[in-house]
């Protein structure tokens, strides 16, 4: 079913119409962030095996990456300073190509089966720190580099989203083989044939984690 475009007219175009909408947050919402960690955030990251890291470059273009790790490798060199691992991947290095023309960054924390999360923003650098990344090792493989971030502000998120969605209800997921599978929207995208019974979310890189 197409979406119904806005008309131009109802656009949001500054805050007082963007309040007029939603509302003022009271003081204490405004004020919830810190520009440092505590022992029990620390340990919410400690447990999240899975986060978004967000990155725009030089000229605003924004992109999220996802990553995770079974056994979370997010380490605290301070209460201001944590470092991310970076893992296998394709290679198109797009957060990092990011970093290194500007270093903002937001991260999404979240731990399976908790419908709340922990947001952090900050500049990062990339290192390729040899004790660092080994540090960071998994099956014996050491992290191929280090994302560390400078925190500028962290805070937590309240579970509204995560209950809306039903997230961790396996009953409200939706059927597997009715949903599009990376083979096959990648084919759609770029007009590629593809074998239409070859099995399903059985790529060779998913035995390539490490």
Known sequence: M????PSPEHT???LDELEQVLGVPHPSIV?????HTMPLIRRFISEARFFVLATADANGHCDCSPRGDIT??????DDRTLVIPDRPGNRRADSYRNILENPHVGILFVVPGIDEVVRVNGTATLTVDPELLQSMSINGKPANLGVV?????VYTHCAR??????MWD???WPDPDEIPSLREMHAEQHELDHDPDAPRRQEYY???LY
Not at 72 to 77: D, G, H, Q, S, V
């Open 149 to 153: 971030v400078r925190i500028d502000e």
């Open 72 to 77: 979370p490798k997010t380490m605290f060199l």
């Open 12 to 14: 949001i175009t500054d």
């Open 31 to 35: 004020t919830k962030h810190t520009d």
């Open 2 to 5: 197409a979406a119904h475009a």
């Open 170 to 172: 396996p009953e409200s």
């Open 206 to 208: 998913r035995t390539l």
């Open 161 to 166: 989203a995560i209950l809306r969605s039903r």
